[in-house]
């Protein structure tokens, strides 16, 4: 990427929504024991535990499991990396699955392919897109399947919530997801004998202290203020772009296991009380989107019969990987921010983890992704200056 120039009025590629309403709660109750009655009778009573991260919980159900050691877990090689590394953590190796190009999770026609050579299957929800658990768990038979919802909080499948369909399901409630609470992931089930192992399991962990949790909260409410406007397009996105490959500024890539914070709890739970109505916003303004650039040459999302999309992320491929770089390129230009998604995970996964080749979906969504914003904080004088940018750019 070229050198950005600052911008206070930028619009930012991902919605961080942590702010001075969150810390003031999380510090007010970071004695008080968090109330996740709420959050149990809306994933239909499954068992729930708590970790510090997405990955912790993946680890955590992984350890849970009892797999032999060094087993093959099955994975959409299109995800974050951070992924692989949970399950190299927790003792086994990543077998890369192929994706669905036009749907972005894992292909089931691939994975039948390879069902054999693995014992267990990671499916993620990629963009709060379900994936096709039918298609997948009859494919799975026996061996577990893992929901990583880290992407797909609120999202359904059939009718039914992601995250309590299959054997186990993990969110991240991390700085940037849909829920930003700082830090912080969840582990579902329904299986009462995993539960107990998986509740074994974060026995284990450690706790964090007091002063952990107090200056992680000023961090978290700082990182969130520079992500926002004006601060977002005048400092971070300039020095960030500059730094992104040598500094891990979101906290992505390390790998510390803990219990979760009870300040991020705290605000998850507060949270979650008028969630839907946020998810609902989004996807007026996804669908806003996709009407007015239907006659755009990109491929826009779509929403797959029986799914209930959250629309987390809204996600477009161009027909190149040029393109795509002059699009995101002249976005920026015009005061919008984009990201390429995943764009390096195939490579990363060739020089760390013994990707060699066999997923082409995948590597060329890699190559054409590009995510525009379509936050619930947008407004429509917002929306069609995405719109009208994007028109530009022929």
């Known amino acids: 990427m070229s050198s950005i120039k600052p911008d206070p009025m930028l619009i930012p590629r991902f919605n961080i929504d942590y702010g001075m309403k969150d810390f003031i709660h999380s510090l007010t109750n970071l004695k008080t024991e968090a109330n996740t009655k709420q959050l149990t009778e809306l994933f239909c009573n499954s068992a729930i535990e708590f970790t510090n991260s997405g990955r912790t919980s993946l680890y955590v159900i992984l350890k849970a499991l009892n797999l032999p050691a060094n087993s093959n877990v099955g994975v959409p090689l299109y995800c974050c990396p951070s992924v692989f590394d949970a399950i190299i953590q927790a003792g086994h190796r990543p077998l890369f699955l192929d994706i669905d190009p036009d749907n972005y ?118 990182r969130s203020t520079l992500y926002h406007r004006p601060w977002f397009g005048l400092v971070s996105l300039p020095i960030g772009s500059r730094i992104e490959d040598k500094v891990d500024l979101m906290n992505k890539y390390s790998f510390k296991t803990a219990r979760i914070r009870n300040t991020d709890l705290q605000v998850v739970v507060e949270k979650l009380q008028n969630f839907q109505e946020k998810v609902e916003q989004q996807r007026k303004n996804s669908q806003y989107l996709i009407e007015n650039l239907k006659d755009i040459d990109l491929k826009l999302p779509f929403e797959t019969k029986d799914t209930y999309c959250n629309y987390y992320l809204f996600p477009v491929q161009t027909n190149s990987q040029s393109k795509r770089d002059e699009v995101s390129e002249s976005l920026i230009k015009r005061g919008i921010d984009t990201a390429k998604l995943f764009s390096k995970t195939p490579a990363i996964a060739k020089n760390n983890y013994e990707y060699k080749e066999g997923c082409p979906n995948t590597e060329k969504v890699a190559e054409n992704i590009l995510i525009i914003p379509n936050h619930f904080t947008l407004n429509k004088r917002e929306l069609d200056q995405i719109i009208n940018a994007i028109k530009m750019t022929g």
């Open 105 to 222: 999770t894992v292909n089931p026609e691939y994975l039948e392919q390879k069902i054999d050579e693995i014992e267990a299957v990671i499916v993620i929800h990629t963009f709060g897109r379900p994936a096709d658990l039918d298609k997948i768990q009859k494919i799975a038979g026996e061996k577990p399947v893992i929901e990583d919802c880290a992407h797909a909080l609120l999202s359904k499948y059939k009718g039914k919530l992601a995250g309590t369909i299959a054997t186990a399901g993990f969110f991240s409630f991390r700085t940037g997801k849909y829920i930003s609470a700082g830090e912080g992931g969840m582990v579902t089930t329904r299986n009462p004998e995993l539960a107990e192992n998986v509740r074994k399991e974060i026995q284990k962990l450690p706790e964090p202290s007091g002063t952990d949790e107090i200056k992680h909260t000023i961090k978290t409410c700082a």
